[in-house]
């Protein structure tokens, strides 16, 4: 293995200058300076990063937890996120929670371990032993899209209440009335807001909100497609029904089409997140927009400038929804 010393006798200088050429943390001259880069690349040497943080207590790596892998919402998150961190230096280790609280908790123990430089969390759900894992870390953390009570950390998420709003403001539009929702679970604070969104556009329309028409399942095309076919079996279907993620709204589309239902003649669907694939189902999907790469860029703003000052005030980033009309919503016509 090629050391530190091999570069320096290679370069014709010492030890001391080959580290601070690659720390930038001393000026050494130009000739030096290019002697030691081109040892460094006739030899192949590659810096130890266990020795570099043991010196800087710094790893320059950062973790991100997420519920959900399969999820493209998530993807999209998690590129905004790798993006500013890799400009920044700094490598990210993500962990698949499953949406498993307690494997949540297991994992930040784990990259505590690994003496992360600070951490970004997209919660499972509640669950008192995360809770307490995460305030015994005492590293930095940002919280993205679904809030954790009583934790001190930065947040950012989208104003879920305005999308669920959005939505059904749009199926009242179109003159639909009696229009179902299926939610998140309900242990989620997002899920609830997007239900809070869809019930105050009820009662801004004079509309009553039937218990009836609210189905709870979880994030999944199979929950949004056993929570449809619940809804369908009622002797009185919704005309509308609005989708508290695109996965379920897409998951909602296949029971409905299964069940001998047109979209959206017979039946209106939105959904939420705007994936990529919600523009190119059948049909294409009206949806509220989240600006995911948006979202990841700004969670690991926030975790790079808490790295850098742990003492600053904790910030609070909400950013507004959109909503894209595609094919899936229409005029109702029953």
Known sequence: MITIKDVAQHAQVSVTTVSHVINGTRFVSEAARVRVQQAIDALNYVPSALARSLKSSRTHTVGMMIPNSSNPYFAEIIRGIEDTCFDAGFNVILCNSDDDPQKQATYVRVLTEKQIDGLIVLSSGGDLELLDTLRSTHMPQVVVDREIDDLAADLVEVNHEAGGYLATQHLLQLGHTRIACISGPQSLSSSRQRVEGYQRALREAGIAADPQLLRAADFTSAGGHQAMGSLLARKHQPSAVFASNDLMAIGAVCAAASAGFSIPEDIS??????????????????????????????????????????????????????????????????
Not at 284 to 291: D, E, K, R, S, Y
Not at 295 to 314: C, F, M, S, V, Y
């Open 269 to 334: 669907i939105v959904g939420f997140d705007d994936i990529a694939l919600a523009a190119y189902s059948n049909p294409p999907l009206t949806t509220v927009v989240q600006p995911k790469h948006q979202t990841g860029e700004l969670a690991a703003q926030l975790l790079l400038q808490r790295i850098a000052d742990p003492a600053r005030p904790l910030q609070r980033e909400i950013l507004q929804p959109s909503l894209c009309v595609r094919q899936s919503s229409g005029p109702c016509q029953r």
